[in-house]
Structures are given as C-alpha cells and as structure tokens.
C-alpha cells in the first residue's frame, strides 16, 4: 500500500469517527502491518495537508480526532443560533475542585465550598462522562476519591491534566464554565439553563461547621422541579473567563 492510500484510509477513517481514534485503534485498519511510527508519520503529514482549511486534526488524551478550527465557530454558530445551555455555578464550582485538587473526596470538595454537595451534583458529573472514582481514602467509612476522566480532558481540547491552565482555586470555577454542552450529553445535563436538572444539581445548603466533614455531611432534601433553586448556588457565572471561544465541533 502506498503512502498515499495510507492517508486516504486515516483522513477517511478519522473524519468519519464518533471520537477520538488511538495509534492502536489506527493500526487495526491496516491489520496492524503498519508500525505505530509510521502511523504517527502519517497523522503528521495529515496534520501539515488540513493547516489551512477550516478543520484540524489534533490529538487528545483519548486519540486523534478532526474538530472545527476556533475561528470557525462564529460561522458554524449560526447554524445552531439558540444560546447553548450552561451548567449551574454550583456545579462547575465542584467539578473545577475536582480537576485542579484531584483526587478529592466530598468531604474536601465540601471544605473548600463551605457548603454540603448533594448527590445530584456528583451524578451529573458522572453521568456527563467528566468525573470517575479513582479509589478510596484510607479513613473511617473509606470515602470515594474522585477524579476527572479521558472524556473531561477531550472535551477541553487536551492531551493531560498538566495542559491544564495555571490558575487560582478563585479563577478555576470560571475559567470551566467555558464547558458548552454538546449534542450527546446524557438527557439529564441537556437541561436548559434554570431547568429541573439544574435546579436539583444546585441545591445546596450551608454547611453546618460542626459537622463532620466526608460522605455523611447532612444535605437538605433537594427540591422539586416545581421548587426555585437558590440563587446564590444554580445562577451560572455571569462573566465567565474563556478558555478558548467556544468548544470546537468535532467532525463526523
């Protein structure tokens, strides 16, 4: 096979594919007769042959994978012009914890905030595909460890947790409420922004000091979709810090 068809098939395969494509993943189209050297040789030359047009072939922490190039966004917006919904601040509060203090318990992300995280919140992150259990402490009643996943870091657009930006506890919360939804988000994130979903993922209440910190700190009951969360916990940031415009439109 030439090298010519090589690309053919990659540039074929990676335009066509749900997520990011891995090395291995590659090679299984050529039934692994062509090393992984060579692979990343031609994923180069497909990089330098797609500078110039409106997407980019870049890799992240779970392959390689086409997306839009930033500066197409405000075209490709107008396709799609409603406003994308937006997490509650409550919840990127917690997942910003996550990411930059990771591993963390409840209890530590609780510490931080001053406030209990309801359940709600983690099984939002959980069920979006950006935090996982990475283990347990080894303390009384054993707490979960949480940790962000490969998909938190593909949705951002990196490679690893050290592409991370550099950043004040303050500007972390900020900085992810770049996160936009995108169209495969599981039903229970897609709500609009000030709907039930992210009603019940801000329902937080005070933290009572005295109480023990860790899996067992009392939460309220969460409210209804009917009940109005409060509005210093579910009001999304009103100026949020962009990482980059918006999140690229991943091709195919």
């Known amino acids: 096979m030439t090298d010519t068809e090589v ?20 090679r299984k189209l050529f039934e692994d007769a062509i090393e992984g050297d060579d692979i990343r040789r031609h994923l180069a030359t497909l990089q330098m042959d797609w500078r110039e047009r409106g997407l980019e072939l870049i890799q992240l922490a779970g392959g390689w994978r086409f997306q839009s190039r930033p500066d197409m966004q405000r075209y490709l917006g107008r396709l799609n012009p409603e406003k994308p919904p937006r997490y509650s601040r409550a919840v990127l509060e917690t997942l910003a914890i996550i990411a930059w203090r990771q591993p963390v318990t409840r209890g530590d992300i609780e ?8 359940a709600q919140i983690i099984r939002t992150l959980e069920e979006r595909g950006w935090i996982e259990v990475l283990g347990h402490r080894d303390a009384p009643g054993r707490p979960a460890l949480f940790g962000t996943t490969r998909r938190f870091l593909d949705d951002l657009g990196l490679r690893a947790l050290d592409e991370l930006p550099a950043l004040d506890p303050d500007q972390a919360e900020e900085a ?61 940031a009103e100026a949020p810090a962009r990482i980059e415009e918006s999140t690229p439109a991943q091709a195919g």
Do not use: W
Not at 11 to 23: F, G, I, K
């Open 176 to 236: 992810l409420s770049a996160l936009n939804l995108e169209p495969d988000a599981p039903a229970a994130a897609q709500a609009p922004e000030g709907g039930p979903a992210d009603a019940a993922a801000g329902a937080e209440t005070p933290r009572d000091a005295g109480a023990p910190a860790g899996e067992d700190a009392p939460t309220d009951t969460e409210p209804s979709a009917e009940a109005d969360a409060p509005a210093d916990s579910d009001a999304p």
């Open 7 to 26: 690309l053919r098939v990659l540039e074929a395969a990676l335009l066509c594919a749900d997520e990011p494509l891995t090395v291995p993943d590659l």
């Open 111 to 118: 510490d931080v905030r001053g406030v209990t995280v309801s």
